[in-house]
């Protein structure tokens, strides 16, 4: 027999967020029938600040998209611009390139780690994690000054040198991380009070993953091994690493898929390190970009697209930016259907939703 | 300087870009440690004494800021955290940005940064305790009350009106 | 400079859709760019590494026919379409109708 259906609100401020996102679940009971999601709590409309900055000012409104992935929004923006003005960075500054993201998408990870346990009430277990955190953040600072926004990069390479004795010092520092993460590792994928809450709940099928436009860590614990780092921009051609996947497909997955891809950042940093060449990190750029191209590159919640048109103006014309979770929506509200209204906010920050990256 | 009450925060990301949400919360882990202060990081406007506000103030989110802000008990103190939330920073041109956090709801402490540092937001929220105790003195002797929401805009439109006569 | 890209009247749009679905890709975005008074929609989709683009060009008050009956996830960049140009969508499977983005000013990008 069909229960009685209700419409439940969630969000837009609610404790599991730190952003808003507001979903309507229209409910059986105790079971979620269908969820409809609505954004816009923290649209700024920054695409259309293209008309008022210019091509270089607006690597600075790219890191601000998102705090998490401010580096990454950078980069790929950049990227596109040295795309088409036919700029190529030195190796120097590609090294670090790689270093400063993949340290962010250790930052974001653990981020996530933390989020999560805070979730599903395990308190102390994200005090935790946010302690190894604050050593990648350590790291940031000591190399570009800031904890989550850089200003680091600019069109042509970079806007200063990471000093090697700098980058030497954070070898130790990474396998303290390491070695944290390890411990806190054997909670989250062993412990049966959070396997209760993790295994088999959220399941998505790799055809649903990949129909409906998943991207990153969510897409891979599907078990479809697309990583965008393979296309091999910035130094990701010259270090190895692997694609970690996943055939479960539940929060279970999701959640080893990032553990595991924490150790293949730390193993690319020590790489980047190790092969750090020695050459300038800046190629002077003359004149205004003129045509069209987009990058797509890997952030830490997944795939991500950066669209750049210009007319070999000083103003460019349109900057798109598709982000990870706006992919990763869709693919959201099917987990939903038929999970019990108690996983709702698990089964929200298993796909690690960056709000303000969706809808800029 | 002394502490008379355990004042819980709660957090509200306004239009921000994460990035001084991150920090509000670091500002909680064991690094930073505001709890030490006696503070608890709440979910519910009813429980909570200082609102942390992130990020400028939009079409969209204004009511969302206002009722929380409303739903507050008295005495109550706002920070706006990181220089969006103070006057719009970076995002200060865009189409959908109305300004500051005190566009809507009236701010007691700014604390500006682009992110916010950690620090900076303890030194504020230090700051925030000493205010909620003098607003607890003033509510005893019966000579304080917050004002709500309309009531501030109201009296912005009239400032407003009447910087307008001057002129 | 984009690669793999195919300029369409917009009267072949749905058609090309059928045929890149059935090639198996999936939608990886889709954007509009005003370019003087016409919009320029651009269809990014993706099989694995391999991302094929489809552009069309449109004067104002032109009626687009929606791929999210072939794409299921094409919903919410159609109605972010449709919310910040202004370009009239036909057919989306879940239409906001002009609720994806409340903004302060009506269609900015247009």
Not at chain 1, 198 to 220: H, M, N, Q, T, V
Not at chain 2, 31 to 52: C, K, M, Q, S, W
Not at chain 2, 103 to 108: E, H, L
Not at chain 3, 87 to 92: E, F, Q, S, T
């Amino acid at each position: 027999m069909a229960g009685k259906r209700s419409v439940i609100p969630f969000g837009p401020q609610h404790p599991v967020l730190p952003e808003p996102i507001h979903i309507d679940l229209i409910t059986e009971d105790e079971k979620v029938v269908e969820a409809v999601p609505s954004i816009g709590f923290v649209h700024r409309g920054l695409e259309q600040l293209v008309t008022k900055k210019d091509f270089g000012e607006m690597v600075y409104v790219a890191e601000r998209i998102c705090g998490i992935c401010s580096f990454g929004h950078g980069y790929g923006y950049v990227n596109a611009i040295e795309h088409i003005m036919d700029i190529h960075p030195t190796d120097r500054a590609r090294f670090i390139r790689t270093m400063l993201f993949e340290l962010s998408r250790m930052h974001s990870h653990i981020l996530w780690l933390g989020l999560m346990a805070d979730a599903f009430g395990f308190e102390s277990l994200f005090m935790e994690t946010w302690k190894y955190r604050e050593k990648i953040l350590d790291m940031l600072e000591a190399a570009t000054g800031g904890r989550v926004i850089f200003s680091i990069i600019r069109i042509g390479g970079l806007r200063k040198d990471v000093p090697d004795e700098v980058m030497q010092g954070f070898l130790p520092e990474l396998d303290k991380v390491v070695e944290g993460i390890k411990s806190c590792e054997k909670v989250f994928l062993s412990d049966p009070a959070v396997l209760s809450r993790l295994k088999g709940i959220g399941y998505l099928s790799k055809e649903d993953a990949i129909a409906l436009g998943c991207e990153g860590p969510f897409l891979r614990a599907s078990g479809v091994d697309t990583d965008n780092r393979m296309r091999g921009y910035a130094a990701y051609s010259s270090v190895d690493f692997d694609i970690i996947t996943s055939d479960e497909g539940d929060s279970y997955a999701r959640c080893y898929v990032r553990i595991q891809e924490i150790y293949q950042s730390a193993s690319i940093i020590r790489q980047c390190i190790e092969k750090m060449p020695k050459e300038g990190i800046y190629v002077p750029i003359k004149g205004f970009p003129n045509g069209e191209y987009m990058t797509v590159i890997e952030q830490p919640r997944g795939g991500a697209c950066y669209y750049v048109h210009s007319s070999g103006r000083k103003f460019i014309e349109r900057m798109r930016v598709r982000t990870p979770t706006f992919a990763n929506i869709p693919a959201l509200t099917k987990t939903l259907q038929g999970c019990d209204v108690a996983d709702v906010p698990i089964l929200v920050v298993t796909i690690d939703p960056c709000i303000s990256c969706t809808e800029r | 300087m002394r502490i008379s009450k355990s004042p819980w925060l709660l957090h509200y990301d306004g239009s921000s870009c994460n990035g001084c949400d991150i920090e509000v919360l670091a500002a909680t882990t064991p690094r930073f440690d505001v709890e030490r202060f006696g503070i608890i990081n709440t979910g519910n406007p009813r429980h909570a004494d200082i609102f942390l506000c992130t990020g400028g103030v939009n079409s969209q989110n204004k009511d969302v800021v206002r009722q929380i802000y409303d739903q507050m008990p008295d005495p109550k103190v706002v920070l706006a955290c990181g220089i969006c939330a103070c006057d719009g920073g970076i995002f200060k041109d865009c189409y959908n940005i109305m300004g500051g956090t005190d566009t809507v709801i009236p701010v007691d402490v700014y604390v500006p940064g682009c992110a916010v540092r950690p620090e900076a937001l303890i030194d504020g929220v230090v700051k925030a305790l000493k205010l909620l105790d003098e607003k607890a003195e003033k509510m005893k002797r019966g000579e304080y009350k917050s004002l709500t929401s309309a009531e501030y805009e109201a009296a912005r439109r009239q400032d407003a009106a009447e910087e307008k006569n001057n002129a | 400079m984009l690669e793999n890209l195919e300029e369409i009247e917009l009267i072949g749009l749905l058609n090309k859709a059928k045929e890149i679905k059935n090639d198996g890709y999936r939608v990886m975005q889709i954007c509009a760019t005003k370019i003087e008074d016409d919009y320029e929609l651009l269809y990014t989709f993706g099989r694995g590494y391999d991302i094929r683009h489809i552009k069309t060009v449109i004067s104002p008050g032109v009626h687009v026919p929606s791929v999210s009956d072939i794409f299921p996830a094409a919903f919410l960049y159609e109605n972010e379409m449709h919310d910040l140009f202004g370009i009239a969508i036909d057919g989306i499977n879940h239409d906001y109708k002009g609720g994806l983005y409340r903004t302060a000013v009506e269609t900015p990008f247009a």
